[in-house]
């Protein structure tokens, strides 16, 4: 016999679908099969009930670089030690786990005067960077679901990245005003590429790589009116600059979903604060909104956290005793580079695979701990590897879906036997931390 | 003027970091009361006589005080901070924030700095002979009101972000700026004497920037107008002047749009040219056909390396720091 | 449990009646009690001010707007973040403080009840999970229903048993406490870039009035008997000649009756009354109605305000009148966020300068002061700041001394730029009513719990009430400086919370228990309101309707009113 479970939440992309539908066996150990979720979600469940293939206990790597296997408290002692003894430890990832834990992780490093980060450090950190210069015209995806008529993706490719928003929210869904779905929204893409993205556009601007900043400003001016210099403004004819302003003016409800093409290709937080500027533009003349397309599923919620906890939305430094932040020199990746940290921890993420190799070769020189269901690149290059409960299948917890929404995601199945969630660990290693720090 | 000499005596592990050298905090103290003061790594907390020897005493007051660092602080931040009168002096090189929130008196280096150099800057003259980072001269993250008065110069060259937000004062810079000179700047006056890489002035809705080099790009939004003579610094020079940013608002003075400026010293007109100009994007490291058969070589035993694998090998080995998708395609590539 | 004797503090308890004489508390297992033991815990107050916990009827402290608020603003945590203490979390920011702060601060100055001003439904998880993380305080949050497609179809169609099932339904769901209306229709009418100025402009495709929303929600509202009457911020905030839609919109209530078995007695709550009292009709002949608005509220009984006085800081406006911020970074320039809700509501950040050399500024910052110097029954009329849009809640003590020293008034006026131009538009110089310390009782503590529905638990210093006590090191009668008002108020010298103490001389002892309030309405099944929310949320909202309610565990200790509304 199975047993259906609806309305689960899926943890892996900032989309965070709330719509799927996961039959397990009739104890709940393990998942038969996954409906409505994109092949990726799909495989993140049916993947982590695949008990043979997981590590189900703490390794730690020895001399010769193996990893021996070691009890849960021996991987709380080793974490406690590494946070106490470090004079500015750093603690990154966060993402890909629960707001609950998340807190948790908070008050460890509170107490130990540590840098929290998270994948916003190489993801849309430099979006935060520019709301908070120019702030953000934005709304919820149901707001774009029931009313926009012009949808812009500007530097990502959510056809690949977050296969179900377009069905969901962006250009297929029938909604309260937009009863004709897909046939009455304009689509426009910017992207140097074709991707399979643009291949839904009904305008495809192929800018110059590397000069969308220019081409927002000159669009900015074009709303306004204003001439532009040049025949060829960032790679696109001076007559379709015009003309996509004309498209974006003349909609009733207009929205601008963006991505990595633009939040770390040059310019960064200046690319996103001209494109924000441009939204704020353009509600002079009609309603228009801006959405970021966030990567994990709870990296929004990390910033949620941090900010209602301490202030900023990553790259925080407490070590001081009291909250600090200034991305270019509290930010993980600066803080590896100039070997400022003494000590690393790592939850809920893979800075191995995604950080530049001189801040990877600093994390394995380091006194390191990475908490993680799976074996990653990350993993093996730490001391220690504790495996936990994957957030949203084997755990609930609350998330923040990319336009902040939280929804709280379920329990599935049972993890592994004797298998601790990151808020166990975490509150395990929070007690001992305390008793050193008390002595 | 009475002098404080601070001598390095230790490498610090990390990186210090104190908002007490500064004039206003060391006035009217000895030797051994500026020992005393907190120095900051990380999470634990020092004296000054740990990583200083010091000499001399302060002054009455601020003004009266200079301070003089004779040797490298490479590894320390926030060197005259928030100072409002009396001089520092560094003999070295410098870390991150030095004459942060200055208001007044004079900060020299003889050395480089990193970045966040002089940022919110109300008043005072801050002075660096070498390079400086990026973020000279900006706001604070988040303020609108950035550098407000004073003098900044950097003799070499600088960074990005440079004059961020500015409100007024004057940034001079001797050499090149790298992209994002003047971004959001609602007045003052930056002057570079070198080059400037691109997105000079953008979204400016009021300022005056000067770039004798020329500018490699010009923002789109920004329009020719007029030239002009101009005396900077005692001498008379030709610019073209260009009005923008035309996609920012601006204010109106007697009924005339007051738009920001950006003077190009004629002869050093755009260094662009056409088509010879790299993509701006990251300039993609790639391998050469003798690389990667070096490493096809070097994985011949290994039928499934890992891109963790492969990515390190092309590192160590070449010096290359490759993107994981891009170590991924020449993996693919390698298999077939 | 712990008992306590507070004795000889001159007690200022409009509850039990007590005008500034000499009398002991006492303290009992958390609650107010006639005598205690030998074994209580003597404190000596004589000399002292005691009062009960003051209750804050309306500030802005937990939510998604507010949050982003927090992480738009990192220049709002410059030099003033304080560190880790024993008891304390660090904590940070002037305008929009952390979490932790919000709770130390509100305790130190006394207030120890706190009610979110507006939760947006969709979001109400991290109202709650923000509420969790507020140390000390009993809290409860105000679910919006002005801008909600529901309520407008029910109200429209006068289908009052639908609207009242969904009203119940929601609070139900968002574990809210009251029916919180921002600028009724207008922020619907923002999703299209437009806005309803007037109470009586429809709402676009909706074709429903602010009038009958606000009507309509009070109905419901007396029907359901809640403990708080409809909590209302009316359309037209924030423009010149914008107190005629606001005595209009007063008069929707005129001659109603309130109905409910929590000794409420105002059917209209009516909140930052300041930015809504203006005259003239530019900013260059802005002037206070003050007056012409106090007229009506003191000739009927059946509403009660708060105030939103200006504290002449720079502070961070944020509120669900989206169109109104989108209009107030058009004049100031001012970075500006807004999060428009799906079916729901919307909502704007921009932060603002409030410069007392402005002319307009000091004109609103008189205009605060002038509704509490003309307010006849201080038990309707509530001292706040529409935290944290005119100015941070940390300022309350500060306008405490306004309000109870002339001179401290006439200093600032005399010291405006524009002294003249402002004292000719408006009356403040003229007023010199000095608010006793009895009535201030009755405008932070007594007044704000009685309008909650909470009178028999908060506010007061009656046998079995809730021991939230505060003593000040402030004595009425003795005191010649204005400054000392502002001083004692801002640090109490004990509080305590539920019976514990929780701040001593300015020090946090104890972090509490703090509760979260909401309300629990039981109406008759209703079917068709059942089908109403599965459809819409099949079609029109982005979650799942079993993904919506807020789970019981993030609101941990929770204390459920219950109304029986059958």
């Given at each position: 016999?199975?047993k259906?479970i ?78 106490v ?23 460890i ?98 800018v110059e ?47 601008i ?28 003349y ?15 919620g990390?910033?949620q ?21 200034n ?18 921890f ?7 695979a ?27 290059i730490?001391?220690?590897?504790v ?39 975490l ?13 | ?35 005393e ?42 060197i ?16 991150m924030y ?13 050395g ?13 003259e ?52 790298d992209?994002?000179?003047?971004t959001?700047?609602?007045g ?39 030239d ?19 996609g ?44 990667v ?44 | 449990?712990?008992?306590?004797i507070?004795?000889?503090g ?9 005008k500034g ?16 033991s ?61 979490t ?11 207030y120890?009840?706190v ?18 993380d ?12 002005g801008?909600n ?42 999703g299209?870039?437009?806005n ?11 074709d429903?009035?602010p ?18 009457s ?39 709550h ?13 900013w ?7 007056k ?32 109104f ?24 950040i ?14 609103q910052?008189?205009?605060g ?21 005119a ?75 809730d ?11 003795k ?40 309300v ?47």
């Amino acid at each position: 016999m199975s047993k259906t479970i609806t309305d689960v939440i899926c943890p892996f992309c900032g989309t965070l679908c709330d719509d799927l539908i996961v039959t397990t066996d009739d104890d709940g150990k393990k998942i038969l099969s996954v409906d409505n979720a994109c092949a990726i979600g799909a495989e993140k469940f049916l993947h982590s009930s695949d008990h043979a293939h997981r590590v189900t206990r703490p390794r730690k790597m020895q001399e010769d670089g193996s990893y021996k296997e070691i009890s849960y408290d021996e991987a709380i002692e080793h974490t406690a030690q590494i946070l106490v003894k470090a004079k500015k430890p750093l603690m990154y990832g966060w993402s890909s786990t629960s707001c609950e834990a998340q807190s948790v992780g908070h008050e460890i490093a509170e107490l130990c005067g540590a840098i929290v980060d998270n994948t916003a450090a190489v993801c849309h950190g430099t979006t935060l960077i520019a709301v908070q210069n120019v702030g953000i015209p934005s709304c919820t995806l149901g707001e774009v679901k029931n009313r926009a008529d012009r949808v812009v993706f500007w530097g990502c490719n959510p056809a690949h990245a977050h296969p179900r928003h377009m069905s969901r929210y962006s250009i297929f869904p029938r909604g309260y005003f937009t009863g004709k779905g897909h046939k009455q929204r304009k689509i426009i893409v910017v992207d140097p590429r074709p991707t399979d993205t643009s291949s839904l556009a009904d305008v495809h601007l192929q800018v110059e790589q590397g000069y969308d900043y220019e081409l927002l400003q000159a669009l900015r001016a074009a709303v306004r009116g204003e001439p532009l210099m040049g025949d060829v403004i960032a790679g696109v004819p001076k007559e379709k600059v015009y003309e996509a302003a004309d498209m974006l003016k003349s909609g009733r409800f207009g929205v601008i979903f963006f991505g990595m093409g633009v939040t770390q290709s040059l310019g960064k937080d200046h690319n996103i604060d001209a494109a924000i500027c441009l939204t704020k533009d353009l509600n002079d003349y009609t309603k228009f909104s801006i959405i970021a397309m966030r990567g994990h599923y709870n990296v929004t919620g990390s910033g949620q956290v941090l900010g209602w906890q301490f202030g900023f939305p990553y790259s925080v430094d407490l070590s001081r005793g009291f909250a600090r932040y200034n991305p270019g020199e509290t930010g993980s990746i600066e803080v590896l580079k100039r070997q400022e940290a003494d000590a690393v921890f790592v939850l809920g993420s893979d800075p191995g695979a995604h950080f530049p190799m001189r801040c990877v070769k600093e994390i394995a020189r380091l006194p390191s701990v990475a908490i993680d269901p799976h074996i990653t690149p990350t993993t093996e290059i730490c001391d220690v590897h504790v495996p936990v409960a994957f957030v949203g299948v084997e755990v609930g917890g609350n998330c923040y879906r990319m336009d902040n929404v939280p929804i709280e995601s379920r329990k599935v199945v049972e993890p592994p036997e004797g298998m601790m969630t990151d808020q166990e660990f975490l509150s395990a290693v929070l007690k001992r931390v305390e008793e050193l720090k008390a002595n | 003027m009475d002098i404080v000499k601070l001598i390095p005596s230790k490498v610090p592990e990390l990186y210090l970091e104190t908002e007490h050298i500064s004039p206003d905090v060391f006035a009217g103290k000895t030797a051994q009361q500026i020992g005393e003061l907190h120095v900051h790594m990380g999470n634990q907390t020092y004296k000054l006589s740990d990583y200083f020897t010091i000499e001399g005493k302060g002054g009455a007051t601020a003004a009266d005080t200079k301070i003089v660092i004779a040797g490298d602080v490479s590894k320390v931040k926030y060197i005259g901070m928030k100072m409002t009168a009396g001089e520092v002096e560094v003999l070295g090189n410098a870390d991150m924030y030095v004459g942060a929130w200055m208001a007044g008196g004079k900060l020299l280096v003889k050395g480089s700095v990193d970045s966040f150099a002089g940022i919110a800057m109300t008043g005072g003259e801050l002075v660096i002979e070498g390079n400086a980072k990026n973020y000279i001269g900006a706001a604070y993250r988040g303020d609108w009101r950035g550098m407000q008065g004073g003098k900044l110069v950097v003799k070499g060259n600088v960074g990005s972000d440079v004059g961020s937000n500015i409100n007024g004062g004057t940034i001079e810079i001797g050499g090149n700026a790298d992209v994002h000179l003047a971004t959001h700047a609602e007045g003052g006056k930056i002057i570079v004497g070198g080059v400037a890489k691109g997105r000079v002035g953008g979204q400016m809705v009021k300022g005056e920037i000067y770039v004798l080099g020329g500018v490699e790009r010009m923002m789109p939004s920004y329009k020719y107008d007029h030239d002009e003579e101009v005396e900077l610094n005692g001498k008379k020079m030709n610019f073209q002047v260009y009005y923008g940013d035309l996609g920012e608002r601006h204010g109106k003075r007697k009924g005339e749009i007051v738009y920001g400026k950006i003077f190009i010293a004629t002869g050093a007109a755009e260094a662009e040219s056409e088509g010879k100009t790299e993509a701006r994007a990251e300039r993609r490291a790639k391998l050469n056909e003798k690389q990667v058969a070096q490493m096809a070589e070097a994985f011949k035993t290994n039928a499934e390396p890992s891109v963790q694998e492969v990515r390190t090998y092309i590192y160590d080995t070449f010096g290359f720091d490759l993107k994981p998708m891009q170590v991924s395609r020449l993996i693919d590539s390698m298999k077939r | 449990m712990s008992e306590y004797i507070i004795k000889n503090g001159t007690v200022y308890d409009p509850k039990t009646s007590v005008k500034g004489e000499a009398k002991d508390i006492c303290i009992k297992d958390g609650k107010i009690v006639d005598k205690v033991s030998s074994k209580a815990k003597s404190i000596d107050a004589k000399g002292k001010t005691v009062m009960a916990g003051a209750v804050e009827v309306h500030a802005h402290v937990a939510g998604p707007k507010v949050n982003e608020g927090r992480n738009y603003r990192p220049e709002d945590k410059l030099f003033s973040y304080k560190p880790t203490g024993k008891n304390t979390r660090m904590s940070g920011g002037f305008s929009i403080p952390t979490t932790f702060k919000t709770g130390y601060e509100y305790a130190k100055m006394g207030y120890t009840t706190v009610m979110e001003a507006a939760m947006p439904p969709l979001y109400a998880r991290h109202v709650h999970e923000e509420i969790k993380d507020t140390p000390i305080v009993d809290e409860a949050a105000f679910p919006v229903f002005g801008n909600n497609w529901f309520v407008f179809e029910y109200l429209k169609n006068n289908e009052m048993d639908n609207v009242m099932a969904y009203i119940s339904w929601l609070l139900r769901t968002t574990k809210g406490y009251a029916i919180k209306i921002v600028n009724p229709g207008g922020s619907e009418a923002w999703g299209w870039g437009e806005n309803c100025n007037t109470i009586h402009d429809p709402v676009p495709y909706f074709d429903i009035t602010p009038a009958e929303i606000m009507k309509g929600l009070l109905t419901a509202n007396e029907k359901l008997g809640l403990p708080h009457s409809i909590h209302v911020h009316t359309n037209n905030l924030g423009n010149p000649g914008n107190y005629e839609t606001t005595l209009d919109t007063f008069k929707l209530s005129q001659g109603i009756k309130p109905t409910n078995k929590f000794g409420r007695e105002q059917v209209l709550h009516h909140t930052h009354v300041q930015f809504h009292s203006y005259g003239g009709d530019s900013w260059a002949n802005f002037e206070s109605k003050a007056k012409d608005v106090m007229d009506y509220v003191n000739a009927n009984k059946n509403m009660t305000i708060d105030l939103g006085c200006v504290t002449l800081d720079e502070t961070t406006t944020m509120t669900a009148d989206g169109p109104f911020e989108h209009h107030l970074t058009t004049l100031n320039h001012l970075k500006w966020a807004n999060v428009d809700v799906e079916l729901e509501t919307s909502s704007g950040i921009v932060p603002y300068v409030y410069d007392p050399n402005i002319k307009v500024c000091a004109i609103q910052w008189a205009i605060g002061l002038e509704l509490a110097l003309y307010a006849k029954d201080p038990m309707r009329t509530f001292v706040t700041t529409d935290h944290p849009n005119a100015g941070p809640f940390t300022r309350y003590p500060r306008i405490f001394k306004w309000l109870m020293s002339d001179k401290s008034r006439q200093d600032m006026l005399k010291g405006f730029k524009n002294s003249d131009k402002v004292i000719a538009a408006t009356t403040l110089a003229s007023l010199d009513r000095e608010i006793s310390l009895y009535e201030l009782a009755q405008m932070t503590r007594a007044g704000p719990a009685k309008s909650l529905g909470l009178g028999h638990m908060f506010g007061g210093l009656d046998k079995g009430m809730d021991a939230d006590v505060v003593i000040y090191d402030f004595d009425e009668a003795k005191n010649k400086d204005p400054e000392q008002i502002e001083k004692a108020f801002s640090a109490a010298e004990y509080v305590f919370k539920s019976g514990t103490l929780v701040v001593d001389h300015g020090e946090i002892v104890n972090n509490g228990n703090k509760r979260t309030l909401w309300v629990d309405a039981k109406v008759p099944e209703n079917t068709q309101v059942e089908r109403d929310v599965q459809m819409k949320f099949l079609k029109y909202y982005s979650v799942n309707l079993n993904n919506y309610e807020v789970s019981d565990h993030y609101v941990p200790n929770p204390y459920v009113i219950e109304v029986d509304s059958n």
